[in-house]
């Protein structure tokens, strides 16, 4: 158990100077916590006996990225966010230190939800600018908690980027798995919506309103997108240790691709199995695990859609290796449908008509291809003329991005977009973007040569077709992973 939120308020307490506070750790070993920024984790810890742990975390207000374009003053423990990853073993006794970077502007405290005492840690750590607090706890409870910072306003120093997790290891600790990451999501509130350029500033009245402009895995639109992508094999197992620091959203955390075995869910030591998406609250965890099948790009998302799409709550995870027919075989057939307008139909409809000459459209197979294809794999963003949406999906109808690409001698880019996606700011026909697209799977050479002859030469675009053999040598110029992102939603 442990305390309320409103003792955190009593934070405000008057500085401290130096403390004297030491618990008695008896003649436990002493040892500096390993600590990580995200998407790392620290290694397991393979002692079996309790230790003193110290862990010094240093508070830093700095302005970074939120999305391409986008700058924000983030407040951090540790400079990252989420803030630095803390593991600890159940029964260890943590000593633990605050430092406020004296560049700081305002005070700083933490509470840990690891924590069992008033505040969790907040009234003995509220640390000015320039200064450095230090408190003691026990590690009663294994599993895994929130920290935060807990100073007034508590909502605007979460909103921040104030958050981040501590596992206490359980004394029997979870198996051995291939690869541990580090996620946690957090809603973010400026004035400007998404994508607006410039530096923004926090938005108390869209943070009340529960509005955010952005929801982020681990604090920015790319922290885990593109070269920043998590990363596995064909047969290893992950485990993610993740938080969600709000300050307001739950988040319906999903892998898109894959079903978690295991889920700890809110982050204690019991497991669930076989599970599609867990729900992780705000100032909540969860630790999930998966092995790999087959090869793909998964992508992680909050199954609150709109959130992924629209707010940047994407994330990638790349995995290398043969792909296993058996589990996933791709894209086996896609053929024409009529539904009732098929041949046979028409056929049967004339010849019931005795007098009439049976005048049954002939279909071209091509350019009917082309429009299937496109309307399944592309329309659903670019639109069913490929007009787009201003701002939000470029254009494909006389884009100059995409014609300009198709008329030179190198086409290979695009083949590159359809297959490993696209993310970052261009412009196209004079208006920015700045989205995530995310990589379309399961095409063939034949239809992926189809399908971009189709899409630059309709809508008034024209440009020389695309053959199978142009596109094979294209996919193979992409490597390993240009032929498999089998992640699309
Ligand atoms: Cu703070």
């Known amino acids: 158990m442990r305390g309320s939120l409103t003792s955190l308020l009593i934070a405000a307490a008057p500085i401290l100077g130096a403390l004297s506070f030491s618990a008695n750790a008896g003649d436990l070993p002493t ?128 909103a921040n980027g104030m958050y981040g997790l501590i596992y206490v290891q359980p004394e029997d600790p979870l198996p051995k798995v291939d690869r541990e990451y580090y996620v946690v999501q957090g809603d973010f509130y400026t004035p400007g919506d998404f994508g607006k350029k410039g530096n923004q500033p926090f938005s108390m009245k869209r943070a009340i309103d529960e509005n955010p402009s952005y929801v982020l895995f681990n604090g920015s639109a790319s922290s885990l997108v593109g070269d920043n992508a998590l990363k596995a094999k064909v047969g290893e197992t992950v485990r993610l240790f993740v938080g969600n620091g709000g300050p307001n959203l739950v988040s319906s955390f999903h892998v898109i691709g894959e079903i978690f075995d295991k889920v700890y869910f809110e982050g204690g030591i019991r497991a669930q199995e076989h599970v599609q998406t867990t729900l992780i609250p705000a100032g909540g965890s969860a630790i999930v695990e998966f092995k790999l099948d087959t090869n793909g790009t998964y992508i992680l998302v909050d199954h609150s859609i709109f959130r992924t799409f629209n707010k940047g709550t994407l994330g990638m995870l790349k995995v290398d290796g043969e792909q296993d027919k058996a589990v996933y075989s791709g894209k086996e057939l896609d053929e024409i449908y009529l539904g009732d307008e098929s041949v046979a139909t028409q056929i049967k409809a004339q010849s019931d008509k005795k007098d009439e000459k049976p005048k049954i459209a002939r279909v071209e197979t091509k350019k009917l291809d082309g429009a299937a294809l496109f309307a399944k794999n592309c329309a659903m963003c670019h639109q069913a003329q490929g007009q787009g949406i201003p701002g939000v999906f470029p254009p494909l109808a006389k884009a100059d991005y995409l014609m300009k690409i198709a008329k030179s001698g190198d086409r290979s880019e695009l083949v590159k977009i359809v297959l490993q996606g696209k993310t970052g700011k261009i412009t196209v026909n004079g208006q920015e973007y700045n989205g995530v697209m995310t990589p379309v799977s399961g095409l063939s050479d034949d239809e992926l040569a189809t399908l971009l002859t189709y899409v630059t030469n309709t809508w008034g675009n024209q440009a020389k077709s695309f053959t199978k053999t142009e596109v094979e040598k294209y996919r193979k110029g992409l490597g390993a992973a240009g032929g498999n992102m089998d992640a699309h939603p």
Not at 41 to 51: D, E, G, N
Not at 77 to 85: I, L, N, Q
Not at 122 to 132: L, M
């Open 31 to 158: 040892e500096k916590a390993v600590l990580t920024a995200p998407p790392l984790v620290p290694p397991p810890i393979t002692r079996s006996h309790p230790a003193k742990v110290v862990v010094e975390l240093e508070v830093v207000e700095k302005v970074m990225p939120i999305a391409e374009g986008v700058e924000y003053t983030f407040w951090t423990f540790g400079g990252t966010v989420p803030g630095k990853f803390i593991r600890v073993r159940k029964g260890d006794t943590v000593e633990f230190h605050l430092m406020n970077h004296p560049g700081n502007k305002l005070p700083h405290n933490i509470d840990l939800h690891a924590v069992t005492g008033p505040g969790g840690g907040a009234s003995s750590t509220f640390t000015a600018p320039g200064h450095r607090t230090r408190f003691t706890f026990k590690a009663l409870n294994p599993g895994l908690y929130i920290y935060h910072c807990a100073t007034a306003p508590v909502g605007m120093h979460i």
